[in-house]
C-alpha cells in the first residue's frame, strides 16, 4: 500500500473512532467514512482486487441505511396515530412509541450486522494482501461487536476494532514500485 492511502486511511479510522464525541463526532464519522473509502479504494486498485472495495461500499451503504431507517422509526413514534384506532390517545401513543422504537432497533440491529460481516470481509481481503493481521483483528471486532451491539460490550468491541484499523493502516508496509525496486538494483 502506498505512503498516501495508509495515511488517508488511518486518519479516516482515527476520525471514526472520535465519533463518540458529542454533537461534532458525527461531523468527524461522516469525514472519517469518505476517507477511509477514498483509502480502500485506492488500495483496492493498487492490489487489482475490486471486492475489497466493494465490500467495504456494500458495508458502508447498508450501515447508513439502516441508521437513516432507525432515525426514522424512532422519530415515527412522536406521530400520533390515535385517530386511526378506536384506542384512547395514550394508549395509541405508547403502543407507537413501543411499535417505532422496536422496528428502530431491530432495522439498526440487522443492518448493523450485515455492515459488520462486510467490513470483516474487506478488511480480511486487506490483511492477506498486506500481511499485517490487524486489519484481520479489526474485522473481527467490528464483526462480533456488532453481533454483540444488543449489549454494551458490542459497541466497545466495534470502537476498539477501529482504532486496530488505524493502527493497521499506519503499520502496514509501504509498497514499492517496481520502478524503484529496478532502479536499487
Do not use: C, H
Amino acid at each position: 500500500m502506498d505512503e498516501k492511502t495508509k495515511i488517508l486511511g488511518g486518519i479516516g479510522s482515527i476520525l471514526i473512532v472520535l465519533g463518540i464525541i458529542p454533537y461534532i463526532g458525527v461531523l468527524f464519522s461522516i469525514v472519517g467514512f469518505v476517507s477511509l473509502l477514498i483509502a480502500v479504494k485506492q488500495f483496492s486498485d493498487q492490489y487489482k482486487d475490486e471486492n475489497i472495495f466493494r465490500n467495504f461500499l456494500t458495508g458502508f451503504i447498508i450501515n447508513l441505511i439502516g441508521m437513516i431507517i432507525a432515525i426514522i422509526a424512532a422519530v415515527s413514534t412522536f406521530i400520533p396515530f390515535a385517530s386511526l384506532t378506536n384506542l384512547d390517545k395514550d394508549t395509541a401513543l405508547g403502543i407507537g412509541a413501543i411499535l417505532g422504537i422496536s422496528v428502530a432497533l431491530l432495522v439498526f440491529y440487522i443492518t448493523s450486522v450485515i455492515s459488520g460481516l462486510m467490513f470483516k470481509k474487506a478488511f480480511d481481503s486487506m490483511s492477506k494482501f498486506t500481511n499485517n493481521d490487524l486489519f484481520s483483528w479489526a474485522g473481527s471486532l467490528i464483526f462480533w461487536g456488532s453481533i454483540a451491539v444488543i449489549i454494551l460490550l458490542g459497541g466497545i468491541l466495534i470502537w476498539i476494532g477501529w482504532i486496530l484499523a488505524a493502527i493497521a493502516f499506519f503499520t502496514t508496509e509501504t509498497k514499492r514500485d517496481i520502478t524503484e525496486t529496478t532502479i536499487s538494483l
